[in-house]
């Protein structure tokens, strides 16, 4: 399967039985999606040891859309999406998954359990390598979190599971333990287990960054076929060819601020801001 060429835009492949199993069946998502926003993020500031990473960050999601996070390396890409999450918690601004509590993070420090538990209530995250367990077989990575977690009975996240598996293509890996799966089957292993929590929205920290080349596709495949069922999505990502595909909307960030934001169409073609016309040159155009 071969990987999207970013300086060409080549388009992703459209989802195959390869990914979503025989019976190609659609991965949708828990309510049907309506234009109503479903993350509100303003002014999040975050410093690690005196290097001040987000400087204010508004961000704001509706049900359904697709917004992928581009920018350098050290941009705070992946710290936004970790405080989406509760992973990380920051120093100031207010986050709000609609249906939960509206969080001030001044306010509320250190954090209380039950604010970090009310993020992860709403939200899954894939993470850049996998973080399976290693002594778990597949099987029991992804039941693992509706079990212990959501309080399902074993019988109902076992039969839940083994549909999502077959969806993308491993209902015969249940068995196998992740030494035994290549990148790729690891990386799906994992979008499947964030699957099975039934989050309203799904986070990806740069999902194929780890992976070999020509593992990159089928993974990719399976992401955009969650966007075409309507998942909630914020995907920090490099692969702009597939973002420029996938996104309803791009958010590039630099220094810790969003420098730009507007519709992959527009921004790819037409940045207004000089950083993201440089940022993008050395992406597209490498060796001009």
Known sequence: MSQPDE??????????????????????????????????????????????????????????????????????????????????????????????????????????????YALRDRSAMVFQHHNLFPHMTVLQNVIEGPVQVRRMPRADATAHAEALLARVGLAEKRDAYPFELSGGQQQRVGIVRALALEPDLLLFDEPTSALDPELVGEVLRVIKE????????????????????????????????????????????????????????????PFE
Do not use: Y
């Open 226 to 285: 969650l966007a075409d069922e309507g998942w909630t999505m914020v995907i920090v990502t490099h692969e702009l060819a597939f973002a420029r595909q996938v996104a309803d909307e791009v958010v590039f960030l630099d220094g810790g601020v969003i420098v730009e934001r507007g519709a992959p169409a527009t921004l790819f073609t037409a940045p207004r801001e000089e950083r993201t016309r440089r940022f993008l040159d050395r992406l597209l155009h």
């Open 7 to 116: 300086a060409s835009g080549d388009a992703v492949p459209e989802a195959s039985g390869d990914a979503l199993g025989a019976s190609g069946d659609a991965l949708a998502p828990q309510s049907a999606p309506d234009d109503s926003v479903l993350v509100r993020a303003r002014g999040i500031r975050k410093t690690f040891g005196g290097n001040e990473v987000l400087r204010g960050v508004d961000l704001e999601v509706r049900r359904g859309e697709v917004v992928a996070l581009i920018g350098p390396s050290g941009s705070g890409k992946t710290t936004v999406l970790r405080s989406l999450n509760g992973l990380e918690t920051p120093d100031a601004g207010e986050l709000e998954i609609v249906g939960g509590p509206r969080i001030d993070f001044a306010a509320q420090r250190p954090l209380p359990k039950a604010a970090r």
